[in-house]
Each structure stands twice: as structure tokens, then as C-alpha cells.
């Protein structure tokens, strides 16, 4: 069977869950208050920009796409007066490795799949894809878990600036976009107004541009062209996201998603991840760890 785009969505709901230990795991929250940032936001844009360097907030506002401005600058030139770019990227890394470790990934098992990684980004192009690229300027490190939390770091934004690539190809807007993903229950609408900031109002003028799409009914659920031009994006998403992975074989593959599926059942059992997210991830399969590319 060829590689199709269940593949890379499967990839990601395995890689996603552990890079994201270091916006839930409190080891992760304690590291980057020890650094000055005060606040959960000041700390996730401090640490998820720091590869790109001390860059004006409207650079990180367009590479992040569905955060207001006005969200950024609360947080962003001055997390530099805080910590440097470089010891946000050190607290992040060691306490991201520290909670792999915690939830009991041993040093192989991580090698094995930052190993994989490597070599398959080591020939996934950057082009267009600016955090993927600023994320695989910076040197692996060279503690096992450290090394793994950094591979599914770089699959996590080569996907994602694909994503954005994609929503914006079709000109959807970033606050767009949050609205189209609530209404086609990839996460409950309550959740996404106060994780990126809406209110009644702004929300309501966003879901007037989706109707005005014909995305949208008067409910604000999705209608039929809706659906289809979710399951597009989504598709679209997975498909060029597979790029990622052309510098492995199928044997390759098959073991990169043997090793990495354990790890991410770990990194699930362990709680830190709530299952509910902004991501809308899956855990439905995490019990089969084949690729099933046969």
C-alpha cells in the first residue's frame, strides 16, 4: 500500500503528543518560570520563538498565524528583557527531557526514533516552511530524551507550517480558521474563544465570513461545501506532510512508527496531555504500531 495521507495524520497524532509535554507538564511551566516569565503566555511565546531569535512580534505573529497581534506583544520583544532566546531554547529542551524521562521513555527506545528523524529530515526541504527551518538550524542535542522531544519538535512544525501554507492558499484567515476547526468539532468552540482570544463579538464576525462562503449555516454549523472544504484542508495538510518523510524507506518508516508508538501510549498514560486540545488530536489507534503501509 503507498504512503497516503493517513499516514502522516497518523504520524502526527504519535509525534504531536510528545512534543507537547512542554506546554502541559509542569516541569515545562516551572522551567521557564525559573527563567523571570511571569504567566503562561509569555513563557509559550518566549519558548516556541527562540529558535527564530530576538525577531519583532510581527515576524512571530505571522509564523504562529491564528494568535491576535495583540496577544504577541503582550509577550513579545519583552520576553528578551527576561532571558535570552538561547536559555529560553536550553529550558525547554532539558525540561521537555525531563518529562520524557518521568514518564518513563528510556534512553534506546528515544534514540531509536531521533535517529530515524534525523535522517529523514536531513533531506525534508525547508522551503517556505520558516519555524520548521529556524527549529532544524539549532544542534541536536545529545541526551536521548532531549534528542527525541527535539525530532518531534521538527515534524511537529514541518507539518504545521504546511498547515498554515495550506489555509492560506485557500484564503482563510488565521482567526478564520479557529472558528472552521471548532465548528467541525475538532475542538469545543469555548475552549478555542479563550485559548486565542475571542470574544462573543469577534467570533461572531468570523463565523459571518465562513457563511458568507457558504461554510457556515445560520447556526454556525457546517454545511455540506463546509464539510468538504475542511476534509480539503485536512487532506491537503496530510498529504504535503508526508514530504517529511521521503528520505526513509517503508522499512524505515514501519520503524520509526514501531518505536514512537510506545512512546507516545507513555507520554498519553502519564496525563499530562489533556485529551482535549487546540491540536484536536487522535488517540484512538495508539494501540496498533504499524505504519500499515502493506
Given at each position: 500500500?503507498?504512503?497516503?495521507?493517513?499516514?502522516?495524520?497518523?504520524?502526527?497524532?504519535?509525534?504531536?503528543?510528545?512534543?507537547?509535554?512542554?506546554?502541559?507538564?509542569?516541569?515545562?511551566?516551572?522551567?521557564?518560570?525559573?527563567?523571570?516569565?511571569?504567566?503562561?503566555?509569555?513563557?509559550?511565546?518566549?519558548?516556541?520563538?527562540?529558535?527564530?531569535?530576538?525577531?519583532?512580534?510581527?515576524?512571530?505573529?505571522?509564523?504562529?498565524?491564528?494568535?491576535?497581534?495583540?496577544?504577541?506583544?503582550?509577550?513579545?520583544?519583552?520576553?528578551?528583557?527576561?532571558?535570552?532566546?538561547?536559555?529560553?531554547?536550553?529550558?525547554?529542551?532539558?525540561?521537555?527531557?525531563?518529562?520524557?524521562?518521568?514518564?518513563?521513555?528510556?534512553?534506546?527506545?528515544?534514540a531509536t526514533v531521533?535517529?530515524?528523524?534525523?535522517?529523514?529530515?536531513?533531506?525534508?526541504?525547508?522551503?517556505?516552511?520558516?519555524?520548521?527551518?529556524?527549529?532544524?538550524?539549532?544542534?541536536?542535542?545529545?541526551?536521548?530524551?532531549?534528542?527525541?522531544?527535539?525530532?518531534?519538535?521538527?515534524?511537529?512544525?514541518?507539518?504545521?507550517?504546511?498547515?498554515?501554507?495550506?489555509?492560506?492558499?485557500?484564503?482563510?484567515?488565521?482567526?478564520?480558521?479557529?472558528?472552521?476547526?471548532?465548528?467541525?468539532?475538532?475542538?469545543?468552540?469555548?475552549?478555542?474563544?479563550?485559548?486565542?482570544?475571542?470574544?462573543?463579538?469577534?467570533?461572531?464576525?468570523?463565523?459571518?465570513?465562513?457563511?458568507?462562503?457558504?461554510?457556515?449555516?445560520?447556526?454556525?454549523?457546517?454545511?455540506?461545501?463546509?464539510?468538504?472544504?475542511?476534509?480539503?484542508?485536512?487532506?491537503?495538510?496530510?498529504?504535503?506532510?508526508?514530504?517529511?518523510?521521503?528520505?526513509?524507506?517503508?522499512?524505515?518508516?514501519?520503524?520509526?512508527?514501531?518505536?514512537?508508538?510506545?512512546?507516545?501510549r507513555k507520554v498519553?498514560?502519564?496525563?499530562?496531555?489533556?485529551?482535549?486540545?487546540?491540536?484536536?488530536?487522535?488517540?484512538?489507534?495508539?494501540?496498533?504500531?504499524?505504519?500499515?503501509?502493506?
Amino acid at each position: 500500500m503507498p504512503r497516503t495521507a493517513l499516514t502522516a495524520r497518523r504520524l502526527h497524532d504519535r509525534a504531536e503528543p510528545v512534543h507537547a509535554v512542554t506546554y502541559f507538564a509542569p516541569e515545562s511551566r516551572a522551567a521557564l518560570d525559573g527563567l523571570g516569565y511571569r504567566g503562561f503566555w509569555s513563557g509559550y511565546f518566549a519558548a516556541r520563538s527562540a529558535p527564530l531569535g530576538p525577531v519583532p512580534a510581527d515576524v512571530v505573529t505571522a509564523a504562529f498565524y491564528n494568535f491576535t497581534a495583540e496577544r504577541v506583544a503582550k509577550a513579545l520583544p519583552a520576553a528578551w528583557d527576561v532571558a535570552s532566546p538561547s536559555e529560553a531554547l536550553a529550558a525547554r529542551e532539558s525540561s521537555a527531557a525531563a518529562v520524557l524521562r518521568r514518564c518513563g521513555v528510556g534512553d534506546e527506545e528515544a534514540a531509536t526514533v531521533a535517529d530515524l528523524v534525523r535522517r529523514a529530515v536531513a533531506s525534508a526541504d525547508t522551503d517556505g516552511r520558516v519555524l520548521y527551518g529556524a527549529n532544524r538550524a539549532l544542534p541536536w542535542p545529545s541526551d536521548p530524551q532531549a534528542r527525541l522531544w527535539h525530532a518531534t519538535t521538527l515534524l511537529r512544525e514541518h507539518r504545521g507550517d504546511g498547515h498554515v501554507a495550506v489555509l492560506t492558499a485557500e484564503g482563510l484567515s488565521g482567526r478564520e480558521c479557529n472558528v472552521l476547526h471548532a465548528a467541525a468539532g475538532g475542538v469545543p468552540a469555548e475552549m478555542i474563544k479563550r485559548a486565542r482570544d475571542y470574544d462573543d463579538d469577534q467570533w461572531a464576525l468570523h463565523q459571518e465570513a465562513l457563511r458568507g462562503r457558504g461554510l457556515l449555516d445560520g447556526d454556525g454549523v457546517l454545511t455540506g461545501e463546509g464539510r468538504k472544504f475542511k476534509r480539503h484542508i485536512e487532506d491537503r495538510t496530510d498529504t504535503i506532510a508526508l514530504s517529511v518523510l521521503a528520505g526513509l524507506d517503508d522499512s524505515d518508516v514501519e520503524a520509526l512508527f514501531q518505536a514512537l508508538t510506545p512512546i507516545t501510549r507513555k507520554v498519553v498514560a502519564a496525563g499530562d496531555v489533556p485529551a482535549g486540545t487546540p491540536m484536536g488530536l487522535s488517540r484512538d489507534d495508539l494501540d496498533d504500531g504499524s505504519a500499515r503501509l502493506d
